[in-house]
Nanobody, 126 residues
Framework: QVQLVESGGGLVQAGDSLRLSCATS????????IGWFRQAPGKDQEFVAS????????AIMDSVLDRFTISRDNAKNTVDLQMSNVKPEDTAVYYC???????????????????WGQGTQVTVSS
């Protein structure tokens, strides 16, 4: 059974940095993609970033392109979302998602992903 577990969330102040990790178990994803999505209270879920596991290609939401990055830590077998200069509007539950389906570029659509974690809360105070 595939499981995704997010970690690294918490309460931080505006301007701080935060690193979220997504650990997978039950299956080794050598191809496909892992992505991060978030959902703020009262808002729709939105794509944040994703990475192709075969070639490392990444996609990042335009509004956080200058502050967030996504990477794979092969030693820890995690996909990490590095968040810098966080803002109150980054407050949300952050979910990681995985798929074994292959695309030329990582796709930002929730429907593309087959497996989801439970989410980790990120709260940014002003």
């Amino acid at each position: 059974q595939v499981q995704l577990v997010e970690s690294g969330g918490g309460l931080v102040q505006a301007g701080d940095s935060l690193r979220l990790s997504c650990a997978t178990s039950g299956r080794t994803f050598e191809s496909g993609a892992i992505g991060w999505f978030r959902q703020a209270p009262g808002k729709d879920q939105e794509f944040v970033a994703s990475i192709n596991l075969s070639d490392g290609r990444i996609a990042i939401m335009d509004s956080v392109l200058d502050r967030f990055t996504i990477s794979r830590d092969n030693a820890k077998n995690t996909v990490d979302l590095q968040m810098s200069n966080v803002k109150p509007e980054d407050t949300a539950v952050y979910y990681c998602a995985a798929t074994s389906k292959v695309a030329v570029s990582p796709l930002p659509y929730a429907s593309w992903y087959d497996y989801w974690g439970q989410g980790t809360q990120v709260t940014v105070s002003s």
